[in-house]
């Protein structure tokens, strides 16, 4: 009797399997694709997680999350887009990525896109309109580029007798050319000299600091680039070792042992693009949701780095800190 009661549920059991397979696939797919790794990510992550938990969606319950992950492979984003359609994902979200979201624009103009990007989404082809995207894509923009003038007027506040302003630009992201019109118009009335420095991988950003090292009172401004991002243990090493004040994007460079950083939150930015994720996986198109830009930047300043530099940072610059790391 045990015997045949033992088949007769493995028999029920194997019947339900394809109900349970159904019931897996018919979970909405988000395709996340990105340009970087997993781990430098995980404060981002979970501020998308956060969002997508207000939105009513838990990975893994009611909601898949197919990601994929370029490791600094651009070259690989225009395929990992390719096969996220191919999977037929009911939306495709590309963070702090702005190559991926020009790839994710190039696979589809069907399946909804949802973007976070450091810059104009109009002026990079995202989107029409801001207001109206009008097509599959709409999201989030921090407008980075724009606030050139303000990284810059926070180093030569820190310090007074910088020269030469560098920025240092990814080749390969269309942030670099916005970044190279907003320095030329900083720099224009502050009698200093400016310069965009390219790369793309540790040997040219290696090459671009040695070149600063050839040019006293200089300082540089790190363009917005998941390259960079992925190596803030570097560029700090480098910029300590080279004596380059410098001023990142995002706080977690200032974190790591950068001098200081001026820019939005990010893991809030793609809290707010998961909320547009949800809206859309609940019926909405992404033709009628507005791209929203983020409202609250934030100034860190590492106190430590200063001082192994040889700065003494004004009561007027502690002041303007939102967060001082001692």
């Known amino acids: ?162 020269a030469n302003i560098f920025v240092l630009a990814n080749p390969t992201n269309p942030n670099a050319k916005a970044m190279a019109v907003e320095l030329a118009g900083a720099v224009g009335s502050l009698n200093v000299k400016g310069e965009v420095l390219l790369a793309g991988n540790e040997q040219e950003i290696r090459a671009a600091f040695n070149s600063m090292s050839q040019r006293p009172h200089s300082a540089l401004v790190i363009g917005n680039d998941p390259a960079f991002y992925i190596r803030r243990g570097l560029l700090a090493t480098l910029a300590a070792s080279h004596r380059v004040p410098t001023i990142y994007y995002e706080r977690e460079f200032a974190t790591d042992g950068g001098l200081m950083s001026y820019g939005p939150k990010s893991a809030q930015a793609w809290e707010i693009a998961a909320g547009y994720v949800g809206r859309i996986l609940k019926g909405e198109q992404p033709a009628d949701l507005p791209v929203t830009q983020v409202a609250t930047f934030e100034f860190v300043l590492n106190l430590k780095t200063a001082k192994a530099l040889g700065l003494a940072p004004s009561s007027t610059v502690l002041a303007l800190a939102d967060e001082v790391i001692e």
């Open 1 to 162: 009797m045990r015997r045949r009661a033992f088949i007769a549920g493995l028999s029920g059991a194997a019947a339900a399997w394809p109900f349970v397979a159904r019931a897996q696939q018919a979970l909405p797919v988000i395709g996340f694709l990105h340009s970087g790794s997993p781990e430098p990510n995980a404060q981002r992550l979970a501020g998308f997680r956060k969002g997508l938990r207000e939105a009513g969606l838990v990975e893994g319950q009611n909601v898949i999350i197919e990601f994929r992950w370029a490791e600094d492979r651009n070259d690989q984003l225009p395929e990992l887009a390719a096969d996220l359609v191919r999977r037929k994902v009911n939306v495709i979200t590309t963070l702090s990525a702005t190559q991926a979201a020009l790839a994710a624009k190039a696979a589809t103009t069907t399946i909804p896109h949802v973007f976070q990007v450091g810059s104009n989404p109009v002026a990079i082809g995202l989107v029409t309109s801001l207001n109206k995207p009008g097509g599959n894509a709409t999201g989030v923009s921090s407008l980075a580029a724009e606030i050139m003038p303000k990284r810059i007027g926070l180093l030569r506040e820190l310090v007074p007798s910088v």
